[in-house]
């Protein structure tokens, strides 16, 4: 079992960027699949992002080019780096890791950006 912990959600504006960090209770070996979500209110969990075995990532359309997904093994902590971010990127973010027991969700962490 492992338990994952968002931070670094926040209130930005238009333009602006965040780093979003989910820290797991232990080690993630490198082949498990690990993700970001975000559901915005009234509207389904979407993937925004995936980082996959060999560092495969992967990218939803609407943020591409400005989101980047990163992993520091010797932290156990995935990242979300998000640029240009833009009022439809508001959401609860969270990260989810696929191991072969089943998917791993954190809590969450709010992102408004607002003017």
């Known amino acids: 079992q492992v338990q994952l912990v968002e931070s670094g959600g926040g209130s930005v504006q238009p333009g602006g960027s965040l780093t979003l960090s989910c820290v797991a209770s232990?080690?993630?070996?490198?082949?498990?699949?690990m993700n970001w979500y975000r559901q915005s209110a009234g509207e389904y969990r979407e993937r925004v992002a995936t980082l996959a075995i060999g560092g495969s990532e992967t990218y939803a359309d609407s943020v591409e080019g400005r989101f980047t997904i990163s992993r520091d093994d010797s932290k156990n902590t995935l990242y979300l780096q998000m640029n240009d971010l833009k009022p439809e990127d508001t959401g609860v973010y969270f990260c989810k890791v696929e191991t072969r027991f089943g998917p791993y969700w954190g809590q969450g962490t709010q992102v408004t950006v607002s003017s």
């Open positions: 232990r080690s993630i070996p490198s082949y498990y699949t």
